[in-house]
């Protein structure tokens, strides 16, 4: 169970009661995924999605799920905030810009 915990690349983890677990993450694709590979994407499942705006004026979307594993009661929450500027964020624009010069990158002796 721990690995598949730590695999899912979660923000916290906190046991709260013997039976219970709270984990978080940063983007709702990374706990859908999760429960995917958890097995524990049952149609039937308590969730929840919520799409808002926070004190600071940041649109956010969240979601959370509730589902019981090997015991466990789970309270999987994820949140992420959308970007309004406009802006790449700088991560993702070093990402791409090193993309780009890779697919640029021309082989010594090869003429174009």
């Not at 906190?14 to 097995?39: P, T």
């Not at 309270?75 to 890779?102: C, F, K, V, W």
Request: aromatic share 8%; hydrophobic share 40%; no cysteine.
């Amino acid at each position: 169970m721990a690995e598949l915990i730590l695999l899912a690349d979660p923000t916290a983890f906190r046991v709260f009661r013997e039976d219970a677990l709270s984990i978080d993450f940063d983007r709702v694709a990374e706990l859908k995924s999760w429960l995917h590979l958890a097995g524990l994407n049952d149609p039937d499942m308590l969730t929840g999605g919520h799409d808002g705006v926070s004190d600071d004026g940041r649109p956010y979307r969240s979601m959370s799920a509730y589902p019981k594993w090997h015991g466990w009661e789970i309270y999987a929450n994820a949140t992420e905030y959308s970007d309004t500027t406009g802006e790449l964020n700088p991560q993702l624009a070093d990402q791409l810009a090193e993309l780009a010069a890779e697919e640029t990158d021309v082989p010594a002796g090869v003429t174009g």
